[in-house]
């Protein structure tokens, strides 16, 4: 068990919805990182946040988009939603987050399925 | 083409013998190599964590090279078991915290 908490486990929903994926940090880190992991494309890094603000960002649709809490949960909200978005989406979570933290060892959660019907 | 190139895509080996796994990247400049190990359905797990001048690192049964300069790192795993069983990402982190991941090798290891 990493520490890092993700909720709901499984979501299944039509095309077109919208919904919100949860995460909750390893106690005491302030960063948090989303993935996008599909059978064809393999583990994709989606977005970073540090303690509340937006760090860095990969491979991003616009139709997605995340924030940070103050008691640093996060939140991954997938609109407009499309057979291609099904996949493994997980969060990891680190203590450091800058851009210049080279040991940032990241714990991930065991991660929400999404299937888009 | 993807900065980060694992071989082989998938292996086969019995239990208790030894493998290497394979990780060439181009991603320049560099700040960091990881190894993880997932298994199926589950979140990554991290296995070693190196710097660009870290050429060695070692977590049990399991030892990750690096060669800075020929942009390679290895994976070996020692006297497999069947709970190695697993697929293996190699994860390149530029100075800029970009992440970018290989397609992984699965392992797999029969008794």
């Known amino acids: 068990d990493s520490g890092v908490t993700q909720t709901p486990k499984h979501l299944i929903t039509a095309t077109g919805q919208r919904v919100t994926l949860r995460c909750s940090p390893r106690?005491?880190?302030?960063?948090v990182y989303w993935y996008q992991q599909s059978l064809d494309q393999g583990l994709q890094f989606l977005i970073q946040?540090?303690?509340?603000?937006?760090?860095a960002k990969g491979n991003i649709l616009e139709r997605f988009s995340a924030q940070q809490f103050p008691d640093l949960h996060s939140e991954l909200n997938l609109s407009s939603l499309e057979l291609g978005d099904s996949a493994l989406y997980f969060c990891?979570?680190?203590?450091?987050?800058?851009?210049?933290?080279?040991?940032?060892?990241?714990?991930f959660g065991p991660g929400t399925r999404l299937t888009v019907l | 083409k993807n900065q980060v190139e694992q071989s082989p895509q998938s292996l086969i080996i019995l239990e208790g013998k030894n493998c290497t796994l394979q990780?060439?990247?181009?991603?320049?400049?560099?700040?960091?190599l990881r190894w993880y190990k997932q298994d199926t359905g589950r979140g990554p797990v991290s296995l070693t964590i190196?710097?660009?001048?870290?050429n060695t690192k070692s977590n049990g049964r399991y030892t990750a090279t690096l060669d800075a300069d020929t942009k390679q790192s290895s994976l070996h795993i020692t006297a497999s078991q069947l709970s190695d069983s697993a697929s293996y990402i190699c994860?390149?982190?530029?100075?800029?915290?970009?992440?970018?991941f290989g397609a992984g090798t699965r392992l797999t290891v029969k008794p």
């Open positions: 990780c060439n990247y181009t991603v320049s400049p560099f700040s960091n």
């Open positions: 190196m710097t660009f001048s870290e």
């Open positions: 994860v390149v982190t530029g100075w800029n915290n970009d992440m970018r």
């Open positions: 946040y540090y303690n509340g603000e937006e760090r």
């Open positions: 990891a979570s680190s203590f450091r987050g800058g851009p210049r933290s080279l040991y940032n060892e990241q714990f």
């Open positions: 106690s005491g880190d302030l960063s």
